[in-house]
């Protein structure tokens, strides 16, 4: 019996879906149907989300959204711009396969997802994010350029002590010198998802870079999603929001989203280290296993982010088509 790929309706089989993504090891909240809608909209594009059955066995699951705009078409996962966390594939029941089986699986689920792809979409660039999802080696028999990217990963393992102690001398010193009195750092609410976003754009705009992730949509997501899905934590100092960083979080891991930036403030305060330091404390206590510090690609950025002592892991930047029709279409999105 082959591999089946099949078509979901946002609306009709969200229920059904997001079943599927619960199944799933390599997803996050973002794959839900009501977070992928949301990117739908915010982006203008079109969501086809695919699924792949062995009869009635659910095996993989791929959110893909098409773009048009004058002459160009594109399929894109995440959606284009999105500032999304990671999409791309995921599988589903492979755990229990002997390898010979999984590979076979995951060649005919993607290959028939890309079929489909091809077929209805006809795509004149394809851009896909893989995270959480090793076997790409379909994609490059098909044709597509797979370039790595790197993420840096902290373990939330033994106990907080221990977990402090593996961070820099500087980490240590600023969490636990910091005055305890001079702040509170709480997981805040919807108008603070919006602070946190801002701040972030802020940060972009003076250094003369584009940020497209707007408010609205965040704070959509924030509400859309289940409770602890996204969670704002943010540092208050008299009550002021003086930073924060937006999690994602997944039944295993805390992505770090957005947020973190360095804040425009005098106060003489490690704000980000404290921030980081309560969703790596609080992740620990509630049982998950990993910190995702979301990228590790920006060298004046790495600097901070190995300061936790995590580990680099890779992800997967897939694409087909034109050279450089990413750039065209994102001229006509801005247009």
Known sequence: MGIEVTVLDPQTDADEWNRYVERSD???PFYRAEALRLQADDTGSTLHMLAGFKGQEAVGLFPVFEYSKGPITGAFSPAPFSWSCYLGPSLLNVDKL??????RRTKRFLEGSLEWIEQEISPLYSKFVAAEFDDVRPFIWNGYEVEPGYTYVVDLE????????RFSSD???NIRNADEDAYVIEEGDNDDVERIVNQVAQRYENQGQSFQLSPTFARSVHEALPDGSIRPYVCRVDGE???????VESETTRYRWQGGVKPDTEIDLPINDLLDWHVMRDGLHDGLERYDLVGAGVPSINRYKAKFNPRLELHYEITSGAFGLDLLVDRYRKR
Do not use: C, H, P, W
């Open 158 to 165: 033994d106990d907080e002590e221990t977990l402090l102690k």
């Open 171 to 173: 980490a240590r010193n």
């Open 98 to 103: 002997k390898q010979r089986k999984a590979d």
């Open 241 to 247: 929001f003086v930073g924060g960083i937006l999690v």
């Open 26 to 28: 390599g997803t996050n």
